[in-house]
């Protein structure tokens, strides 16, 4: 049975109480009155009712400031109710040599908490020289020491005192406080655990131990030892350890895969705890919102590892939307989002951003110098990547435990430099860039990324066998090295080695279908297996009648995809017309043949039917053989020859010709050509010439490059007096400048114009020498690896029979994948 008499006993010992206490205080005088009052006050304090407790104290104190065991005792319960600046106006008349030892913890208590170190140690360490064996006191100054920025002060003091409380788990807490303060989280955790040796029940503990995981990285297990009770720790702390140990995951997400088939599984557990996070989140709860924008923060550069870009800019934007202030990591994952999405335009804004507050960030300010580079401005990535290099020290000082220090190298310094030569390589300055990587080579020929831009500097300065030397010792270090292989395969498919190819690319793709150098190449290989058609037209009005007053030249051939890898078939179809003084000619040529590609090898063959009146049948057999990257030889052998001139065709006169050349390529920026020629006329007339060429860069600028080019030509023929113009011995030399402009690039789409100028003397037999010139411009569309468009227009000054004759040419060519 309920015991009906305790609810109205007790009350009425509550009043009784109370009405002593009023009693103590009307009649002050009353010894007995005040001490009643006085017990309920501490009463009240120690079963947490102190707001109660402090009204019957400060009457008290009020009534008589001299009584110390009031003064003392409100004192204590003002530090207990917090109310730590009346305690701080009290201190004052608190004295340290004879205050009791509770109320100098409680004013030293609330120092602490007012952030008055000097006053609370000072008020700790009287009390524990005069209280030595209460350890509340040593422990509130270890407290404090670690609270004033003194931890290892603090240390020494717990461990003086731990030669006499060895097994006190008060003051091994403190201890372990200190030895966190000092982010010493090994000694702090096996500081932990001894307490739990002793007593597996001590919470206090217990949370430590999984806050010390939490702060050693070990969030995991953290969340595992909560998760069994999770009372140990406030919302806020745990909130904490599962922001962290998302945040964690993340990071792990972005070290090196052993396996890269399971390179992304961390980061999809990353994403999969940040949005469990959010889902158990309460709003509500103090702290919550910070967790919250944490979370997304952290969301977004898992996104970004995980390259699903589209939802980075998505949740960016959704963010700058709401106002957020978004911190520095989480913007750097927006602008590689941008950048990977092909907007560097917002990307390069965010970067710059960054670097407003972290201009030395070697990351931000690399992931600037490539949106620099795809926003085409090169003075900019010049000069932030000689900054960068300038900045970075061969070697640094590294210190050691006595004090001195030693040289080391800077990790760095390849890094910047690398990056410098890459500036040149994409700035198409290629001998720069080789220049500076082979010395780097030179200084570090493991370091793979070095070895890889090397090989890239070889594939741009179209030595493919070089190249692919380069990148093949890479591999030979570590055969994993993704850009290595990339390489490897790209030259594959620069040497015709298309089985290879195949296999390498379709490799990679399966394996990093997000990189964006794998990607291309994938694109590259699939235009390569389609169809191809290349078409040409050209018009010109002459003054003369040599070439005929108006001539009209339309031809093209369309490529099926390859067979057998290295086989295409083709047809081919040419249309001319001229107006001669001796009438019309109008020729037309159909074709079928077959190309055939190796390595060092093309070849073609084609039968065609030739129409100009008559019909003819005749033949092409074409060889280009590469001895290595800079010999090559051109061997042409043609029945019914497309040479043949109009005007001879006009007369029902063919030709077949056989040229054969020699060309030495020394780089992009020299090439050096020979080629001889014969044909053999069906009216009984033999030509031979000799033409040889070399090709000179003048200037190489990042959109800009001219080149001279003098070209010398020379025939004879064994017949004169002929229908068509055939000189008995003729003779020119020729220079021109040519210049080269891009005016446009966004990633695979640009376009240029050309303008080259062209003068030079021509000789003829029996004719005084002459000069011609003119000059040629037209522009330049490419898109991608699919479609090449150009078109454009000349005028030249040309020397016939002694008699200049000018003509206006206009002309377009359109290359097409499909």
Do not use: C
Request: net charge negative; charged share 25%; aromatic share 10%.
């Amino acid at each position: 049975m309920v015991d009906q008499t305790r609810g109205p006993i007790k009350r009425l010992l509550v009043f009784a109480l109370a009405a002593a206490a009023l009693l103590s205080v009307l009649v002050p005088s009353s010894g007995w009155a005040r001490q009643v009052g006085h017990d309920q006050a501490i009463a009240l304090a120690r079963a947490g009712q102190t707001t109660k407790a402090l009204g019957i104290l400060s009457a008290l104190y009020t009534n008589d400031p001299s009584d110390k065991e009031v003064f003392h005792d409100y004192l204590t319960v003002l530090s207990w109710a917090g109310q730590d600046d009346r305690v701080a106006e009290l201190s004052t008349r608190l004295s340290p040599q004879t205050a009791p030892g509770y109320a100098l913890e409680a004013a030293a208590h609330s120092a602490r908490r007012r952030g008055d170190y000097i006053q609370a140690e000072y008020l700790y360490r009287a009390g524990a020289q005069r209280f030595p064996d209460d350890l509340d006191l040593p422990v509130g100054l270890i407290l404090t020491l670690v609270d004033a920025d003194r931890s290892q002060a603090a240390l020494e003091q717990a461990e003086r005192m731990e030669q006499r409380y060895s097994h006190e788990p008060t003051l091994a807490l403190a201890k372990g406080y200190a030895l966190e303060a000092r982010r010493e989280y090994f000694t702090a955790l096996q500081n932990y655990n001894r307490i739990l040796e002793k007593d597996p029940t001590n919470r206090t503990a217990q949370a430590r131990r999984i806050l010390v995981l939490d702060s050693l990285g070990a969030s995991d297990l953290a969340v595992d030892l909560a998760s069994q009770d999770p009372s140990l720790l406030s919302t806020t702390e745990l909130q904490r350890i599962l922001s962290n140990q998302s945040a964690f995951a993340v990071r792990w997400g972005e070290l090196p895969a052993t396996d890269e088939t399971r390179r992304f599984e961390q980061t999809d557990r990353a994403l999969a705890l940040l949005e469990n996070n959010r889902a158990r989140l309460d709003l509500t709860s103090p702290g919550a919102a910070d967790f919250d924008l944490r979370t997304r923060f952290d969301r977004l550069v898992a996104l970004r590892n995980r390259y699903q870009m589209e939802a980075v800019v998505r949740d960016y934007e959704e963010m700058l939307a709401e106002g957020v202030a978004i911190p520095n990591h989480a913007l750097l994952a927006a602008a590689d989002a941008y950048l990977y999405l092909q907007q560097p335009e917002q990307a390069a804004d965010i970067y710059r951003s960054i670097l407003t507050t972290r201009p030395d960030d070697l990351t931000t300010n690399l992931a600037l110098f490539y949106a620099l580079i795809e926003l085409e401005d090169f003075d900019a990535a010049y000069a932030l990547t000689d900054r960068l290099d300038k900045a970075q020290p061969v070697q640094l000082q590294a210190r050691r435990p006595d004090g001195s220090s030693s040289p080391r190298p800077n990790p760095d310094k390849p890094t910047t430099a690398t990056t410098a030569a890459m500036a040149r390589l994409y700035g198409e300055q290629y001998a720069d860039a080789e220049a500076r990587l082979a010395a780097l080579h030179d200084q570090a020929p493991a370091n793979l990324d070095i070895t890889r831009e090397l090989g890239n500097v070889y594939s741009a300065r179209g030595w493919p066998r070089r190249a692919q030397q380069t990148y093949e010792l890479g591999l030979r270090l570590d055969h994993s090295h993704r850009d290595l292989q990339i390489g490897l395969a790209q030259s594959y498919l620069d040497r015709r080695e298309y089985r290879l190819a195949e296999q390498a690319i379709n490799r990679l793709y399966a394996l990093y279908p997000e990189d964006v150098h794998v990607r291309r190449l994938q694109r590259q290989w699939q235009s390569h297996n389609l169809n191809e058609l290349r078409l040409a037209a050209g018009y010109s009005d002459n003054s003369g009648a040599t070439q005929g007053t108006r001539d009209l030249l339309v031809e093209g051939t369309l490529f099926s995809s390859p067979l057998d890898y290295n086989y295409r078939i083709f047809a081919s179809g040419r249309y001319a017309f001229a107006d001669f003084p001796e009438g019309d000619e109008t020729y037309r040529r159909y074709g079928v043949g077959i190309e055939y590609r190796r390595p060092d090898l093309e070849a073609a063959a084609e039968l065609t039917y030739n129409v100009d009146g008559g019909d003819d049948i005749g033949g092409r057999l074409s060889l280009l053989y590469d001895l290595d990257d800079y010999w090559s030889i051109p061997l042409n052998i043609e029945r019914f020859s497309r040479e043949t001139p109009l005007r001879a065709l006009k007369q029902d006169i063919t030709a077949d010709s056989a040229d054969l050349g020699i060309s030495y390529r020394f780089s992009e920026l020299r090439n050096l050509s020979l080629r001889a020629q014969v044909m053999d006329f069906s009216d009984g007339n033999f030509r031979r010439s000799l033409a040889g060429s070399l090709e000179q860069r003048l200037v190489t600028l990042p959109k800009y490059k001219l080149s001279g080019i003098v070209d010398v030509y020379a025939s004879a023929n064994s017949r004169s007096n002929t229908i068509y113009f055939n000189p008995d011995r003729d003779l020119s030399a020729a220079l021109t400048l040519d210049n080269l402009q891009r005016l446009y690039r966004r990633y695979d789409r640009s376009f240029s114009h050309r303008l080259a100028l062209t003068a030079g003397n021509y000789w003829q037999k029996g004719y005084d020498d002459d000069y011609f010139a003119g000059f040629t411009y037209e522009h330049i569309w490419e898109t991608a690896e699919r479609l090449a468009l150009v078109y454009g227009f000349s005028r030249y000054r040309r020397i016939y029979d002694g008699s200049p004759e000018y003509q206006n040419y206009y002309y377009s060519r359109i290359n097409w994948r499909f």
